[in-house]
């Protein structure tokens, strides 16, 4: 059994999909591909499918994953390819690789997200993010299905810091840019519960939603404070026979 492991995108309008819709286009687009997926067992069988840490709904994102099992082994870049040709338009497979390590799930442990606030501008983001990035704690409420839970949104983010719109999308109106990296705890410290913190430590309310987009997930860097990629190590172990077998090839 072959397991590929891909990166997909939730772009434009299409960041307003739910998880479920987005399994449901990506399970006809299996269908369409004629991917040789393998099955569970029993009454039900589904497609073996692997979803890891999906963003929430009304959020864009550059890197989601999710691992499937084949029954046939097939080329991941042409499997990528019939795939993201099958897919909607926003709902893009980016990568894919075959799977050769273990544990792509626990090597999702940060995210970096980025935050457009239309009609807030740069210095008044700055204030706000200053205030939050000294605070020891910044304690939030989230509505749950078991009430309202109060939790520390401060612990869980290793860099916040605000940019200037670049400057290829330009804009009329005060807008400033705010780059978070944010840890996966329990609970889920979300860019929303960080936008609840700003406004508590400095009544920073933006006067629409914000633009909130998943860049990038992965392992934290301690050393060099980047989120790297998940996918990398199994390039790597998919590179080391070609490389061992070059080594031994006589000059």
């Known amino acids: 059994m ?3 492991r891909l990166r997909y995108t939730k772009r434009g309008r299409l960041r307003f999909t739910s998880h479920r819709d ?16 393998a099955y569970s067992a029993g009454f039900t069988p ?6 890891a840490n999906a963003a929430p709904t009304g959020t864009g994102s550059e890197a989601e994953y999710l691992e499937i099992a084949l029954t046939a082994a097939r080329d991941p870049e042409k ?5 993201d040709e099958s897919m909607p338009a926003g709902l893009d497979i980016v990568d894919a690789v075959e799977a ?4 792509l799930a626990d090597r999702l442990t940060a995210s970096v997200w980025e935050l457009r606030l239309d009609g807030v501008g740069v210095e008044e983001a700055e204030t706000a993010v200053a205030a939050f990035n000294a605070a020891d704690v910044v304690e939030v409420q989230r509505k749950t299905k078991n009430g309202i839970r109060t939790f520390d949104a401060r612990s869980a983010v290793v860099q916040l810091d605000t940019h200037s719109p670049q400057a290829d999308r330009p804009t009329d109106q005060a807008c400033a840019i705010l780059r978070l990296v944010v840890r996966h705890v329990t609970p889920a410290v979300r860019p929303d519960d960080v936008l609840s913190g700003l406004r508590a430590v400095a009544d920073l309310a933006p006067p629409v939603p914000a633009a909130v987009t998943r860049l990038a997930q992965g392992l934290f860097d301690e050393e060099t404070g980047t989120v790297t990629d998940p996918l990398a190590p199994d390039r790597e172990a998919a590179e080391a026979p070609t490389a061992a077998a070059a080594a031994k090839a006589p000059a």
């Open 2 to 4: 072959q397991r590929i």
């Open 22 to 37: 987005f399994q449901r286009a990506f399970e006809r687009a299996l269908r369409r591909a004629e991917v040789p997926m």
């Open 46 to 51: 589904h497609p073996k499918v692997s979803y």
């Open 79 to 83: 499997l990528r390819m019939l795939l």
């Open 100 to 103: 050769r390590t273990s544990g």
